[in-house]
């Protein structure tokens, strides 16, 4: 809402406050003042000038040397408008002036003549184009009414004003009318507010015999009145109509259609004005359209109505969309002599439909869309009446044809001052409180501490006693509340479980060196089933859509955090950074129907992809690109962080990822995840080099992580180690040996680790050998050769039944 | 004999300080020290001599032995001194050139301030609540008191995916599940972050997923007051202790009153600058008390219960904070980008 400070001193006195001190105040009390607008102190010194003569230039055909009587002089001003003509009155600069853009007007001579002054355009005084009347586009602009000669042209022009735009929240639409926003800022003042007298001279002829009101569908159009305004002459409206129209950002049309917009902008009542003779009937029948039932707007439109679409008809066809738009048969025009004005309420649903379905938001539409001031939709009808009778010559007939099924809610709350008290944490006295509501002009009654309030029409938004706690300390000051902590139950505050074990995930990953990426959980149709652990896969999920996705790249719900992942590393990659170790944790959404019909299963995943060098120690020539047992270490840390045993990694097959380097990882029974690297074609895809990735299931991680907080004695008997090596196949898992050897070696056995892996020369093709270093300890005594002795047989003979082995020598 | 003796020393010392090596140093210890050496040749001759003289000259003997031998020996530490100087001095490397490179990770810087602003709550007794991102529209919407056709839904267009679910917009959800949980018996004291997703076209100032952060806090007496001293204690951690807040009145379908937090400006302590908008306070979050439809529909009786609810963005905190020109940073995962806020 753009509020005019000239217009709003109509209603309400603000010279004791700046205009930045007023939208100061207006913001705190809860309106947004976004901008203020004002080229006041931009310009200065233009009077009207009443152009005496005018006559060509000597020396230059363009240009002409007019004689402009200013009142208190008479100056000789040269001139290259086209329309400048003799008897005009006219904007003129004086030497001296100052215009917008920061142009400085000064004596000066043009081709041989002096020029005391400069007549202007309104673009030239600042006026937007758009707002500035097709006669005068291409030249100086000329007072159409009788103005003094030297009077005050920016005051006439509206110059001198400053424009606050209102950012207005949902509830605060009665904001959307001067008068609206005279009562508020009236309220922030303390000041009185002045309204609008409206009265109406009108003539003996009456409403009803010409025109009749029927509404078929109460509800979407609980009133509609009808006014019928005789001999009216269209022509341009007053300039302090079109003044304050252009500071509300509304183009002057003609002075009918510029009078509704005054009211429209001055009560928040949007109204339509019908050229009565082309109406086609003396009935107004308001209806919902018919099926397939057409219209042409006055933006020379045809348009389809639905059902469920308001319209206003002549009981034939209709002439309306209600609320929305006019139609073009009957618009009123030059020639219009009789109007028939509309002041209606229509249902803020019905409006907000079919305005959306045509895609025609206007200044009227958005206001019936918030909800009119029930009370004030006739008043705003014969505020029309009035000003088209002072400013279009009208004669108002006598009466209104209307129906009124309007059921008007007052809505009195009653409380006291305790409860605002006690909800604000204030202590506000009650005469405190009966002088805000006096500000607000909110009718009470009170008795002691009590009060009764009912809510005016124009503040729809109040409805409830917090409601009136809100406009209380808004008015108050919210400045003005103390600083207070919750005196309640006290609560200690904290983490779970599993928080705090995602905390402990987090710091694990970035201090092994990955960075924490956060990609997007929509994705498109593709990647929504790119790279998915097969224990997810075996469910057969299909990938959630969005019903109306604004771009194919995020229509899907992800099914895992890789594909995106592997975008953020090709992103990467492209701009050369190389080296990349992301890791993630994120929720995928499981949907088991072809129709989604519930929420999804929300699974959180932690992923991470690795490329590029994990060691680039350059100079001294260890530089070693990441592989499959980088990722599988940084999986083994986080296990042993958080102390799950029993992981086993078992070669898998899994779509999208290399056949043969890659892992599903078990703890116990449970499948957890996988590890691997991407399959080099989808690699190739991404113009990634080798990428490894850990994919792993949280909340089966959580749940696994043993936080018991145990101390195992320091071992007091020195522990001894041996070393084996055997011989078998190259297709035996090392994993497989380890926990035969683990097995076979109880109970003395503590830890097994392989030290070295060798095939090649002096070795069978096909075979390879494995090397193991056992490490024994007995925590009750010093262990015995014999004992050694005796596992590391059980230990050489399992493995060699197992694997057919052969012990290296 | 005595003569001879103190000949030897001269001469056995005289070499001691002209060795100029170990090597030579080990020669003169057994060419004078050595049983072969001379002054064992002098002892034997003692044979010879009287009995008063033998002790005597028996005792310049050792004395002369011992003075050789303790020359020899501090020679010898400082031959060995310079030879291990030496040794060292040739093991020097170049100090100057860069180490073996640890590799180095961290937080995505969303998740930091996140984690920052869940320890300032949990200090002041608030518990960590989550809850799913693909949700009914009655926990998004109807419960928070936005019934269908609220004009106030048009504010946060939203990814539906059927009539009755979407992706959440806010993390409101959250609190509404968290008080039914409770089922009518306080206090309920939470912060909710998580993820939140808007049906907006990305540029540099819209993401159409994004974070959110809010809080919760319903109890018997709880007041606005209250509410203006927790966000007061916020800001002062999060923000630093300069700074100042205030309340504005605003609007939100879930709270009534509504208000919306500034902070003072850094920049320009309140006078006004670009940053801020010539304002000299910048919005950081929306607050209210709980509207008593929300305590209703999640089993809260309004008139036993009172809370305060509020919310703000970290991606909003952290282009704040850090000037972060771009919301897509968040999300593109530039390691050059993320690589920055590790240590901040
Ligand atoms: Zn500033």
């Known amino acids: ?809 | 004999m005595k003569e001879r003796l103190e000949e030897l020393k001269q001469e056995a010392l005289n070499k001691v300080t002209a060795a100029s090596d170990i090597k030579e140093l080990q020669e003169v210890r057994v060419s004078y020290l050595g049983k072969k050496g001379p002054i064992t040749e002098v002892l034997r001759g003692m044979g010879k001599l009287s009995a008063e003289e033998r002790p005597v000259v028996g005792q310049l003997a050792n004395d002369v032995r011992e003075a050789i031998a303790n020359e020899l020996n501090q020679k010898q530490d400082q031959l060995e001194k310079v030879a291990l100087e030496k040794k060292l001095s040739e093991e020097s490397i170049d100090v100057t050139l860069p180490g073996r490179p640890i590799p180095t990770g961290g937080p995505h810087l969303l998740t930091k301030l996140i984690e920052e602003i869940e320890d300032l709550f949990i200090g002041m007794g608030f518990q960590v609540a989550e809850g799913p991102e693909v949700e009914q529209d009655y926990y998004n919407f109807e419960a928070l008191n936005l019934p269908k056709g609220h004009p106030a839904r048009d504010m946060q267009d939203s990814f539906y995916i059927t009539e009755e679910l979407l992706l959440r917009t806010h993390t409101s959800p959250v609190q509404a599940r968290t008080m039914e949980k409770h089922e009518g018996r306080g206090p309920v004291k939470i912060i909710c972050p998580g993820k939140v997703y808007r049906r907006d076209t990305d540029d540099a100032t819209h993401s159409h997923q994004f974070t959110q952060i809010e809080g919760l806090y319903v109890d018997k007496n709880v007041r606005m007051s209250d509410l203006k001293g927790v966000l007061n204690a916020f800001a002062k951690k999060m923000f630093g202790q300069t700074r100042e807040i205030r309340l504005r009145p605003s609007f939100f379908p879930f709270t009534e009153p509504s208000v919306e937090m500034d902070i003072s400006c850094k920049m320009c302590h309140g006078e006004g600058c670009s940053v801020c908008k010539q304002t000299g306070w910048i919005e950081i979050l929306g607050a209210g008390m709980v509207h008593p439809n929300v305590l209703k529909m999640a089993g809260f009786d309004p008139d036993q219960y009172t809370g305060f609810a509020f919310g703000m963005g970290p991606e909003r905190i952290a282009m704040l904070k850090y000037g972060i020109d771009d919301i897509r940073h968040f999300y593109t995962n530039d390691v050059r980008f993320l690589k920055q806020f590790h240590h901040a």
């Open chain 1, 1 to 809: 809402m753009l509020v005019s400070l000239n217009w709003l001193k109509q209603y309400v006195n603000v010279d004791k406050v700046s205009p930045e001190e007023l939208a100061e105040k207006v913001t705190k009390s809860g309106i947004e003042v976004e901008s203020i607008e004002s080229i006041a102190d931009q310009i200065s010194n233009v009077v009207v000038g009443h152009v005496l003569s005018c006559e060509q230039h000597p020396d230059a055909d363009k240009l002409n040397v007019c004689q402009v009587d200013v009142g208190d002089e008479q100056l000789q001003i040269i001139c290259g408008a086209k329309n400048v003509a003799a008897g005009q009155k006219v904007a003129v600069a004086k030497p001296g002036a100052r215009l917008p853009g920061g142009l400085k007007i000064k004596k000066a001579k043009l081709r041989g003549e002096v020029s005391n002054g400069m007549i202007c355009s309104l673009e030239e005084l600042g006026i937007d184009p758009k707002f500035v009347p097709k006669e005068f586009e291409d030249g100086i602009y000329v007072f159409q009414e009788d103005v003094e000669i030297g009077a005050n042209a920016i005051e006439l022009l509206n110059l001198d004003d400053a424009i606050l735009e209102f950012e207005l929240t949902p509830n605060r639409s009665d904001c959307l009318s001067m008068l609206g926003v005279a009562y508020e800022v009236a309220a922030i003042l303390g000041e009185d507010i002045r309204l609008p007298e409206v009265t109406v001279d009108g003539t003996d002829q009456q409403v009803e015999d010409y025109i009749k009101v029927k509404v078929e569908d109460a509800t979407l159009n609980p009133y509609y009145g009808a006014f019928l305004i005789k001999n009216v002459k269209v022509g341009p409206s007053p300039l302090w109509i079109r003044n304050r129209l252009i500071a509300g950002g509304i183009r002057p049309i003609n002075n009918v259609v510029d009078i509704t917009n005054y009211v429209l902008l001055e009560y928040g009542q949007p109204l339509h004005a019908f050229d009565y003779d082309l109406f086609g009937s003396k009935e107004v029948v308001v209806r919902t359209a018919n099926e397939g039932e057409t219209i042409k707007t006055l933006d020379d439109e045809v348009r389809t109505l639905e059902p469920d679409h308001l319209v206003i008809t002549n009981g034939k066809e209709a002439v309306a969309i209600a609320g929305v738009m006019g139609g073009a048969d009957s618009e009123v025009h030059d020639g219009t002599t009789t109007v028939l004005l509309e002041a209606a309420y229509f249902h803020p649903q019905s409006v907000r439909k079919a305005s959306k379905d045509h895609g025609l938001r206007s200044e009227a539409s958005t206001r019936f869309e918030k909800g009119v001031d029930p009370k004030r939709v006739k008043e705003a009808g014969l505020r029309a009446c009035q000003l088209l009778e002072q400013y279009a010559n009208g004669e108002v007939l006598e009466g209104v044809a209307e129906f009124n099924d309007l059921d008007v809610q007052e809505h009195v709350i009653s409380f006291d001052t305790d409860k605002i008290n006690n909800v604000l944490g204030t202590s506000i006295s009650t005469p405190e409180i009966a002088t805000i509501l006096e500000k607000l002009r909110f009718p009470y009654k009170q008795n002691d501490h009590s009060f009764e309030v009912t809510a005016p029409t124009r503040r729809g938004d109040i409805t409830i006693v917090e409601d009136m706690v809100e406009e209380v300390a808004r008015i108050y000051g919210y400045d003005n509340l103390p600083f207070t902590l919750p005196a309640g139950s006290s609560s200690a505050g904290g983490l779970t479980v599993k928080q705090k074990l995602k905390r402990k995930i987090h710091n694990y990953l970035q201090g092994a060196g990955l960075n924490e990426a956060i990609t997007y959980s929509l994705t498109t149709e593709e990647y929504a089933s790119l790279l998915v652990d097969p224990s997810i896969q075996e469910r057969n999920p299909v990938p959630v859509k969005l019903a109306m996705p604004m771009s194919e790249a995020h229509s899907h719900l992800r099914l895992s955090l890789l594909p995106e992942m592997l975008s953020s590393i090709q992103y990467n990659v492209a701009r050369r950074q190389e080296n990349v170790a992301l890791y993630e944790l994120g929720s995928i959404y499981i949907n088991e129907n072809e129709v989604v019909t519930k929420q999804p299963e929300e699974k959180l995943r932690l992923s991470g992809a690795v490329t590029g060098l994990w060691v680039n120690n350059q100079w001294q020539k260890e530089v070693k690109a990441v592989d499959f047992y980088v990722v599988k270490g940084l999986v083994e840390g986080l296990f042993q962080v958080l102390r799950i045993n029993n992981v086993s990694y078992e070669p898998a097959q899994i779509k999208d990822m290399h056949p043969g380097r890659t892992a599903i990882i078990t703890v116990g029974n449970q499948k957890v995840g996988f590890t691997g690297q991407i399959h080099p074609s989808l690699q190739g895809q991404h113009d990634v080099t080798d990428t490894y990735v850990f994919d792993l299931d949280l909340d089966a991680i959580v749940s696994l992580a043993n936080l018991e907080e145990s101390y195992e004695l320091i071992p007091r008997y020195p522990s001894v180690t041996q070393d084996l090596a055997f011989v078998v196949d190259e297709s035996i898992a090392s994993q497989h040996m380890m926990n035969a050897i683990k097995k076979a070696g109880q109970p003395f056995l503590k830890d097994v680790q392989v030290f070295d892996i060798y095939q090649g020369e002096h070795m069978e093709p096909g075979k390879k050998s494995i090397a193991f270093t056992l490490r024994f300890q007995d925590p009750e005594g010093t262990l015995k050769d014999k004992q050694i002795e005796e596992a590391r047989e059980k230990i050489v003979t399992a493995v060699k039944e197992t694997f057919r082995a052969e012990l290296r020598g």
